[in-house]
Each structure stands twice: as C-alpha cells, then as structure tokens.
C-alpha cells in the first residue's frame, strides 16, 4: 500500500504576494481563509441537517472555496454575479445575510422567494447576485447579455459568469462564448472545473487538452489556473476583470479544483470515483494550503484557528436557529409577486 500524497504547499514571499495582490496581500489572505472557514463549517453543518431531514437538499462547495473567496475579492459592487452552483460564497462574501441565505435552505416564509425557488439557487439583489437555473449553462448567454447591455449604457461594471465542466458542452457555453466575443463584452467567463459533470468524468464528455482552450476559437483568451491556489486565482481575476472593465474585452479562466464531496447530498460518489481519488483531492485542499501559508507568514496559528473557526460554526448556528423557528410560507403566498394588481384596466390583447 502506497502512503496517500502529502499536501501541496503554497510557496510565496512577502515580495512576491505584494507584487501579485497588492500592499494590502496580508489582509486580504486572511479575510479569505476566514471566510473559507465560514464555508467549510457552513457545508459540514447544511449537510448534516439534510440527512436529518430538517433541509431537503443541499449543494456543497468543499474544494472549490479559493474560486469563490477569489471572485469576492476580485470585483467591486457593483459588478454582476451569474453563479452555477457552489458560488453561494461569492454573494456572502460580498455582503448577502447569512440568515437570509438560511432563510433561503429552509424555505421558509422569510425566504425572499417564500420558498418557491429550487434549494441552492438564491438570489441577492443587494449584491448583483442572479439566481442560477438547473439547466445546465443558460448562466452563460444570460450573463452576456447583460454584460452587452453594460457595454450599450456604458456602465463600467463588469459581469462574472460562473459554469462547470460539464456546461463547456452546453449550447448556451458556445453561444455565450461566440457573442461576448463578437460584442466585446465586458464579461468574464469563469469556469470552475472540478472534474466531474455529476458523475461523468471530464474526459469522457470532452476531448479538448484543456477548457481554457475552448474560448480561442470564439475569438477571447483562455487561461487554465490553479483554482485550489487562492492566490493564482485572485490575481488572475483581477487581470481579466481589469481588462473587461477598461475595454479589452472578455476571458475564459478554467480554474482546476477538486470536488470534495458528494455532486449533492442526492449523490453517492462512491458509485463512481477511483478509490484514490480523495486522497488526490485532499493533497490539493485550497484551504489547508492557505492555512499552510498563513502559518508560514506568522498570520495565523492554533489560537487564532480556533478562533476564526470558533465563530464561523456560531454564526452558523445562530442563522440555523433563527431560519428554523421561521414558519413556513402561507399557501396563499404562491401567487404573491408573480401577478399583477388588478387595477381595473383590460388586460392586452
């Protein structure tokens, strides 16, 4: 039996982090793994009260945390937010209620969307946030669209399209793809490869070296990056919103990361990966390798740790608490905010 791999480290100087982050690299390092914390006890807590029976479904984002964290310190406020799936961080991160969003989990009657929306799929006005579809990559030609409409008003916000793998192969992919280029829009398509489209393995739905390369034929840059390096992933974002935003036009980023638990808590993984595919996966666990670096900085240790985790797990809580003493939505508020008040006046022709 061969002994499992060990943690890749991040390696950076203090030069070097300011150089690819900026003087204010220690801060924001540190925000990052705090709220990678956040995340990490959030996905251990949300899935353990589905198998309880208390939510009905839950989406976890374990492994692809450094993506999302990178996204949030990358983009103002007044950038967009199209998610795929697991990017529910990138709204919390940017300032959407931890309670709301719980509200949201537990479908209750303080739910902004009174729980008619499907479980994962959030919206957040307040943070440029649009609610994601369980079709596959529709994501994609709506956030061009949008971010062509930026361009028409000369708006100098900048919209972030967040897909997997497997919608690489989807119609709305190379749709998007073709017209951000054509439109010059100022859009990043970011996607999050976590090598696997559900069940299926990267490879078996698409025969391309890399999904990076998919944007050259369109007409944009691709870049494949570390996406289990939170520090690749910030400075390359950084770069590609920069560019969107002075008129350079869209990128295509491929973030390789692995997924580190179930495609959902309805998935059984086991039915389908390599036995050794977690011990791969946890040699390139993007939080362990930020806590590695914060260590090695002086900025953090076992007390500070405990801390910061300390108080993700009680913010958790206390959300869990308020959500679940919420009642349930009213029956007659199926129909509320989806017709308009009768005001009199004929309906159109």
């Known amino acids: 039996m061969t002994d499992p791999p060990a943690l890749v480290p991040l390696d950076y ?10 003087p204010d690299w220690n801060d ?8 990678m914390t956040l995340a990490r006890v959030l ?3 949300m899935l353990a009260l589905q198998r309880q029976g208390r939510i009905g479904f839950y989406g976890p984002a374990t492994g692809q945390e450094a993506v999302s964290v990178g996204a949030a310190l990358s983009i103002g406020p007044d ?10 961080l990138v709204a919390l991160a940017r300032g959407h209620s931890l309670t709301t969003y719980m509200h949201h989990l537990f479908a209750d009657d303080l739910d902004p969307a009174r729980g008619r929306q499907m479980p994962c799929h959030p919206s957040a006005r307040e943070v440029r946030y649009v609610s994601m579809s369980s079709v596959i990559g529709t994501q994609v030609s709506q956030a061009v669209g949008l ?3 930026l361009r028409y008003r000369k708006d100098p916000s900048v919209a972030l ?3 997997g793998d497997g919608a690489s192969s989807a119609n709305d992919f190379h749709a998007g793809a073709n017209f951000a280029a054509v439109w010059n ?3 990043v398509l970011c996607c999050t490869n976590n090598q696997w489209a559900i069940s299926v393995p990267v490879e078996r739905q698409t025969a391309t070296a890399t999904l990076a390369e998919k944007g050259v034929a369109y007409g944009l840059p691709g870049e494949r990056v570390d996406g289990t390096d939170i520090v690749a992933v910030t400075n390359r974002l950084r770069a590609a919103v920069a560019r969107a935003r002075s008129g350079g ?5 491929e973030f390789v990361v692995f997924r580190m638990t179930p495609h959902s808590s309805s998935d059984d993984p086991t039915r389908y990966q390599s036995a050794d595919w977690m011990a791969r996966a946890r040699a390139r666990d993007p939080y362990l390798r930020l806590e590695g670096l914060l260590r090695t900085l002086g900025l953090a240790d076992d007390a500070s740790i405990s801390t910061w985790r300390e108080e993700s797990d009680a913010s958790v809580r206390a959300a869990i608490a308020v959500a679940e003493a919420a009642p349930g939505p009213a029956p007659e508020s199926l129909s509320t905010d989806v017709f308009a008040p009768n005001d009199g006046r004929p309906a159109p022709s």
Do not use: K, M, N
């Not at 100087?13 to 900026?22: I, K, N, V």
């Not at 950038?79 to 529910?88: I, K, M």
């Not at 036009?249 to 980023?253: A, H």
């Open 13 to 22: 100087s203090r030069d070097t982090l300011a150089e690819l982050l900026g």
């Open 28 to 35: 924001s390092l540190v925000r990052a793994f705090r709220w």
């Open 43 to 45: 996905d251990g807590r």
């Open 79 to 88: 950038d967009w937010v199209f998610p795929g799936l697991r990017e529910q």
């Open 147 to 149: 971010a062509y409409a």
């Open 161 to 163: 399209a967040f897909f």
């Open 185 to 187: 829009a100022p859009i």
């Open 249 to 253: 036009g869209p990128s295509l980023l």
